[in-house]
T-cell receptor, first 117, second 115 residues
Framework: DQQVKQNSPSLSVQEGRISILNCDYT??????FLWYKKYPAEGPTFLIS?????DKNEDGRFTVFLNKSAKHLSLHIVPSQPGDSAVYFC????????????????FGKGTSLLVTP | DTEVTQTPKHLVMGMTNKKSLKCEQH?????MYWYKQKAKKPPELMFV???????INESVPSRFSPECPNSSLLNLHLHALQPEDSALYLC??????????????FGNGTRLTVT
């Protein structure tokens, strides 16, 4: 059962414009949300995160917005650059039941972003 | 360059072979992870080690056997694998095993093909 959903498999944006990547989730117990970026033949790289108690976190060109009532978050990249072309994974963290300190990180299926010159 | 180093980068093995995947990090992280990723799918958690102790084993078949010799090293021993085990195997580490406020740092993975 997919608890983190990225419904757009791909997105194409022109250089300099804003890229908006969306993510929906079903588990209200998630306490952190993270975005990872993955280039081909490389492992995912952590990009930015947001705690469930906040609604916005910004780091340079990257901003993540969280709408808890809608169980929706989005990653904004502005301005987009060709080097941003990669697969972006949304992930959410929740404590694992029946453990004292266990956490599970649930990944979405990813959105492939292409930034064209 | 990633700070989590995985070897080998590629591995082809037969179903009767025994091989090991290796992972190393020198960031002082106390949690290490093995993930499996199939094409066009998200990474799936296999094992978590926290302070060199196995914390989570996500019902992985016994033909996969993890080992954490010390806080910097993580191995995945493979034996009698099936062709459907072919995938990208990712190692990751985090400062603590504490959820989203301790982001994962991934290696570049080992591309495993089982023939």
């Amino acid at each position: 059962d997919q608890q983190v959903k990225q419904n757009s498999p791909s997105l194409s944006v022109q250089e300099g414009r804003i890229s908006i990547l969306n993510c929906d989730y079903t588990n209200s117990m998630f306490d952190y949300f993270l975005w990872y970026k993955k280039y081909p033949a490389e492992g995912p790289t952590f990009l930015i995160s947001i705690s469930s108690i906040k609604d916005k976190n910004e780091d340079g060109r990257f901003t993540v917005f969280l709408n808890k009532s809608a169980k929706h978050l989005s990653l904004h990249i502005v301005p987009s650059q060709p080097g941003d072309s990669a697969v972006y994974f949304c992930a959410a963290s929740a404590r694992v039941p029946q453990t004292n300190s266990g956490y599970a990180l649930n990944f979405g299926k990813g959105t492939s972003l292409l930034v064209t010159p | 360059d990633t700070e989590v180093t995985q070897t080998p980068k590629h591995l082809v093995m037969g179903m009767t072979n025994k091989k090991s995947l290796k992972c190393e990090q020198h960031m002082g992280h106390r949690a290490m992870y093995w993930y499996k990723q199939k094409a066009k799918k998200p990474p799936e958690l296999m094992f978590v080690y926290s302070y060199e102790k196995l914390s989570i084993n996500e019902s992985v078949p016994s033909r996969f056997s993890p080992e954490c010799p010390n806080s910097s090293l993580l191995n995945l021993h493979l034996h009698a694998l099936q062709p459907e085990d072919s995938a990208l195997y990712l190692c990751a580490s985090s400062q603590e095993y504490g959820g989203g406020n301790s982001p994962l740092h991934f290696g570049n993975g080992t591309r495993l093909t089982v023939t």
